[in-house]
Structure formats: structure tokens, C-alpha cells
């Protein structure tokens, strides 16, 4: 299957100043480059998977150790092993992703399930701060350290499902 898409429009005059800027973008010789290229979409699509499966593969194990799975290794160590592996996979996952969003700013900005996924990506980095920085955790209640890491379980494979739905649902 192509993957490539072909740009959809947004116009008319209640179009906000970011939504323009954004629009703008899509624009761009790099947003072309993106559209056009035979290989460039794939391979930024194959990046952001691979940005996926870092941040996913460490939160996981992670947040799973926080709700109490396994006595050891002690969960700040965990934290301090796998923190940088998710760090490295949202950057990568976010770097990406606005790539991909250059191929059709239009159709992304008249689709709410991607406003949806990137509220989701905000409150699950909201709660990998909570959660992740090592100092913090020990002086979370266990109440909080549950609840932040029962969020962060739900947040990202949501976030998952709503990336992987976003093919299917037109704007
Ligand atoms: C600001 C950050 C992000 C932006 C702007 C973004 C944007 C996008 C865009 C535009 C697509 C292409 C959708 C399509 O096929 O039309 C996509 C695909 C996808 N995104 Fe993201 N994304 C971001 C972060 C993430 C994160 C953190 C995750 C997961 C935890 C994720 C999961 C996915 C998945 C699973 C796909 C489908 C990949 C495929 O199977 O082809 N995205 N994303």
C-alpha cells in the first residue's frame, strides 16, 4: 500500500493564526520532500515506530514495577535504567511525528481524533514527570505513585491505538 498521502484542503475565514502557520508548513520544501519522496515518508514512518517501541518498551516495565510487580531491582534504579530509553524514544516519536504531520497539515487539523492523540501525549508526559523523576518518587504517597503510574499504563498504549488509528479516520 502507498503510504505516501496526498495533501487535503483547509481554508476559509475563521482559520485561527497557528492553524495558518501550521498550514504554512505543510508548504515547505521539506513538507514536499515528505509527500513526494519515494522512500521519505517510509522511512520516517519506520523512525516513529521505532521511537514507539523504545518509549512503550520502557514505560511498561517501568510503570509496572511502580504498581508493585517484583520486590527487586528497587524501583528508583529501574527508573534510573529505563528513564533515558523513553526519553530518547518520545524525542525521536515527536521529532517524527511532526514530520509526518508536514504531509498533510490540513487533513491532521480537520481530524479531532489527532487533537485527542496529542492531549494524550501531554497528559501521559505529564504524568511521566510525576512518576519518573527519582527524587520525587520515593516522596510520592503510594497512592500517587499508583495512580500516576496507572495513568502513564493506560495513557501510552492509547496514544498507540489512537496513532495507528489515525490512517483509518478521515478529517
Ligand atoms: C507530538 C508527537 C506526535 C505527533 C505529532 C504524531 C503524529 C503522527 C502522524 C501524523 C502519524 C501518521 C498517521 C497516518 O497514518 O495518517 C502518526 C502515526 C502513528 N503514531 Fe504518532 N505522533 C506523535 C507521537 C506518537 C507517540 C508518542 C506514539 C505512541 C506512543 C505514536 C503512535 C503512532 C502510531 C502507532 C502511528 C501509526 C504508525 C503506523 O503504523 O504506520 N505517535 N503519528
Redesign the pocket.
Given at each position: 500500500m502507498d503510504?505516501r498521502?496526498a495533501p487535503r484542503a483547509l481554508s476559509g475565514p475563521h482559520l485561527t493564526l497557528v492553524e495558518a502557520l501550521l498550514l504554512g508548513l505543510g508548504e515547505t520544501a521539506l513538507a514536499e520532500w515528505v509527500r513526494l519522496s519515494r522512500w521519505g515518508y517510509a522511512a520516517i514512518?519506520t523512525l516513529?515506530?521505532l521511537g514507539?517501541a523504545l518509549?512503550?518498551g520502557a514505560i511498561l516495565p517501568m510503570d509496572l514495577r511502580l504498581l508493585g510487580c517484583r520486590r527487586s531491582p528497587a524501583r528508583a534504579d529501574v527508573v534510573r535504567l529505563l528513564r533515558p530509553w523513553a526519553m530518547t524514544g518520545?524525542a525521536l516519536?515527536?521529532i517524527t511525528?511532526?514530520l509526518?504531520?508536514l504531509a498533510d497539515p490540513a487533513g491532521?487539523l480537520a481530524t479531532p481524533l489527532?487533537f485527542f492523540?496529542?492531549g494524550l501525549?501531554a497528559l501521559g508526559i505529564v504524568s511521566a514527570l510525576v512518576v519518573t523523576l527519582t527524587a520525587v518518587i520515593e516522596g510520592l504517597s503510594r497512592g500517587q505513585r499508583l495512580a500516576a503510574a496507572g495513568l502513564s499504563l493506560l495513557v501510552?498504549p492509547s496514544?498507540?491505538v489512537a496513532?495507528?488509528m489515525?490512517?483509518y479516520v478521515g478529517g
Amino acid at each position: 500500500m502507498d503510504r505516501r498521502r496526498a495533501p487535503r484542503a483547509l481554508s476559509g475565514p475563521h482559520l485561527t493564526l497557528v492553524e495558518a502557520l501550521l498550514l504554512g508548513l505543510g508548504e515547505t520544501a521539506l513538507a514536499e520532500w515528505v509527500r513526494l519522496s519515494r522512500w521519505g515518508y517510509a522511512a520516517i514512518n519506520t523512525l516513529h515506530v521505532l521511537g514507539i517501541a523504545l518509549l512503550v518498551g520502557a514505560i511498561l516495565p517501568m510503570d509496572l514495577r511502580l504498581l508493585g510487580c517484583r520486590r527487586s531491582p528497587a524501583r528508583a534504579d529501574v527508573v534510573r535504567l529505563l528513564r533515558p530509553w523513553a526519553m530518547t524514544g518520545l524525542a525521536l516519536a515527536v521529532i517524527t511525528g511532526a514530520l509526518l504531520f508536514l504531509a498533510d497539515p490540513a487533513g491532521y487539523l480537520a481530524t479531532p481524533l489527532f487533537f485527542f492523540k496529542l492531549g494524550l501525549i501531554a497528559l501521559g508526559i505529564v504524568s511521566a514527570l510525576v512518576v519518573t523523576l527519582t527524587a520525587v518518587i520515593e516522596g510520592l504517597s503510594r497512592g500517587q505513585r499508583l495512580a500516576a503510574a496507572g495513568l502513564s499504563l493506560l495513557v501510552w498504549p492509547s496514544v498507540l491505538v489512537a496513532g495507528r488509528m489515525l490512517a483509518y479516520v478521515g478529517g
